[in-house]
Nanobody, 124 residues
């Protein structure tokens, strides 16, 4: 089992940047595929980006492609989400998630472990 703790959220003006971090407990972090999801008020949770166990493969939602970058440091048990050129529509609670089977996926039901979430608010 793994526990996930996100940090780095906050309030930022449109066009600004934030970097989210997700620290994982345990010694098997490198065996998990990781994802970042977000949920805005009144909307369903959606995938933002995901990364393979080694970090060699990544996937981005069209809405963030070219602006966000997902990365991981398996030595530090941490996955990151660098968010640039932020827009008001990026406002949401951001969650990191882990898939213990190492496959990852685009849907929240494919991930077994979740962090508590961190709020990102982008003002116009």
């Amino acid at each position: 089992q793994v526990q996930l703790v996100e940090s780095g959220g906050g309030l930022v003006q449109a066009g600004g940047s934030l970097r989210l971090s997700c620290a994982a407990s345990g010694r098997t972090f490198s065996t998990y595929a990781m994802g970042w999801f977000r949920q805005a008020p009144g909307k369903e949770r959606e995938l933002v980006a995901r990364i393979s166990r080694s970090g060699s493969s990544t996937y981005y939602a069209d809405s963030v492609k070219g602006r966000f970058t997902i990365s991981r440091d398996n030595a530090k048990n941490t996955v990151y989400l660098q968010m640039n050129s932020l827009k008001p529509e990026d406002t949401a609670v951001y969650y990191c998630a882990a898939d213990r089977w190492g496959l990852g996926g685009n849907f929240d039901y494919e991930y077994e472990y979740w962090g508590q979430g961190t709020q990102v608010t982008v003002s116009s």
